[in-house]
């Protein structure tokens, strides 16, 4: 046991000479530095909960640590960005049904254009090949490039689902028979799809960057 006489003299943090045991505030600092100003545990703990992040968005995406899965994960992390925006693009050409059926001549215009814009993106998406980068063949790839990568594609994740977000506001807004509202959703909805593009074009110089 800890003397009392050695809790009152020592503030609980140093060797007991008596009875050779440490204290419990001791125990505390240890673990205390090992997981908040050790800089290797902050960072693992968050790369971890970032790839939890994605793995939980996208099943079967394992990162960009392994060599030989990192053509898969690239492949998952597309497809996963192209399945929403398939998504997304059907509810816009149910809307520009809609708003053809009622005549709204410069809403549909403009949609036709969202909808042209969108396919354009998701072609790019789909057909996007690296194999010439050097990402897929190192057989390491540095945690600074791990961390930049998963940043990266958890961006633009959200950002598809930010152009979901506003084609389905598009949608409400037609359906509902808010016209009026209709020509700036179709605004916000372009927006939206030319992020998404300018974000996307800026992932193949991530890729390539990595040596």
Do not use: C
Not at 13 to 37: H, K, M, Q, W
């Amino acid at each position: 046991m800890i003397s009392l006489r050695f809790l009152f003299l020592s503030g609980f943090d140093t060797l007991n000479r008596e009875s050779g045991e440490i204290s419990f505030l001791t125990i505390n600092r240890v673990e205390s530095l090992s997981s908040t100003t050790n800089p290797y545990f902050d960072r693992a703990k968050s790369q971890t909960s970032l790839q939890e992040k994605i793995e939980l968005a996208i099943p079967g995406f394992h990162g960009y640590k392994e060599k030989e899965l990192r053509r898969e994960s690239d492949k998952l992390i597309r497809n996963q960005i192209y399945q929403k925006l398939s998504d997304a693009e059907s509810q816009a050409k149910d809307t520009y049904r809609s708003l053809v059926n009622q005549g709204a001549n410069d809403s549909w215009d403009d949609t036709d254009h969202l909808l042209a814009r969108l396919d354009r993106v998701m072609e790019r998406i789909n057909h996007s090949e690296y194999g010439y980068a050097g990402f897929f063949d190192v057989t390491k790839v540095k945690e600074p490039d791990l961390d930049r990568m998963m940043n990266y594609d958890m961006q633009l994740i959200q950002m598809a689902d930010t152009v979901s977000t506003a084609i389905q506001a598009l949608k409400d807004s037609v359906d509902n028979n808010r016209l009026p509202e209709a020509k700036g959703k179709v605004g916000d909805a372009m927006k939206a799809v030319d992020a998404l593009e300018n974000a996307y074009n800026g992932r193949k110089q991530i890729i390539v960057g990595v040596q």
